[in-house]
C-alpha cells in the first residue's frame, strides 16, 4: 500500500466517525428544538383551558414575567396568581392592590402561537420568539397581536420557562 492510498483510507476513516459522531448531535438537537417548542406551546394550552394551576408549572420556580404592560412578576407563585386573577380563576381579593378593572380580562379569551422560532444558547438553555394574537379580552373585540420571548432551561429532564417577556403589536387596549 502506498503512502497516498494508507493517506486516502486515513481520511476516509476519519470523515466516517466525523459523520457518525455528527449525526447523533443533530437528531438530539432536532428533538430537543421540539422539546422545548412543545413546552412553550402549554402556554397557550393551559391558558385557553384557564388552567391557571397548570400554567404555573411551566415557569422554573425563580422565572420572571414581564407582561405586555410592563409588570414585572417574580416567581412561579406570582406569575401564576397574576395571571389566575385576570382570567378570573381566583378571588377578586387574591390580589392586594390590584387594579380592579382588570379582573377576569381573559376569563374567555383565547391565545394562539402561530409561529415559534427556538434558537439554543447551551445545550441546556433555549430561547424562544413567539408570535401570538388574542380573541375574546373584555376589553376590546379586536385580536391582539404581539411577540413573546421566552428563556427555557432543561431542568430535571423538562423544559421549564425561566424568562417571559410579552411585547404586544398595535397596542389597542388600557
Not at 393551559?46 to 414585572?72: C, E, L, Q, S, Y
Not at 385576570?86 to 379569551?109: K, M, Q, T, V, W
Request: aromatic content about 10%; glycine content about 6%; proline content about 3%.
Amino acid at each position: 500500500m502506498t503512502k497516498r492510498e494508507r493517506c486516502t483510507r486515513y481520511l476516509l476513516l476519519i470523515t466516517a466517525i466525523a459523520v457518525l459522531l455528527w449525526t447523533p448531535v443533530a437528531h438530539a438537537a432536532s428533538n430537543d428544538a421540539d422539546a422545548v417548542r412543545n413546552a412553550v406551546n402549554e402556554f397557550p394550552g393551559t391558558w385557553n383551558r384557564h388552567d391557571m394551576d397548570a400554567f404555573g408549572k411551566i415557569f422554573a420556580p425563580d422565572a420572571d414575567f414581564v407582561n405586555v404592560g410592563g409588570a414585572h412578576w417574580m416567581g412561579r407563585q406570582k406569575i401564576q396568581t397574576s395571571h389566575a386573577w385576570s382570567h378570573g380563576a381566583i378571588p377578586e381579593d387574591s390580589l392586594p392592590g390590584a387594579d380592579p378593572r382588570y379582573y377576569g380580562i381573559f376569563r374567555h379569551s383565547t391565545i394562539t402561537f402561530n409561529h415559534i422560532d427556538v434558537r439554543f444558547l447551551r445545550k441546556d438553555v433555549a430561547v424562544a420568539i413567539v408570535n401570538w394574537e388574542l380573541t375574546g379580552d373584555s376589553r376590546t373585540q379586536n385580536a391582539r397581536r404581539g411577540v413573546l420571548t421566552f428563556v427555557l432551561t432543561r431542568q430535571h429532564q423538562r423544559w421549564l420557562v425561566a424568562l417571559g417577556h410579552n411585547t404586544e403589536i398595535n397596542r389597542t387596549v388600557n
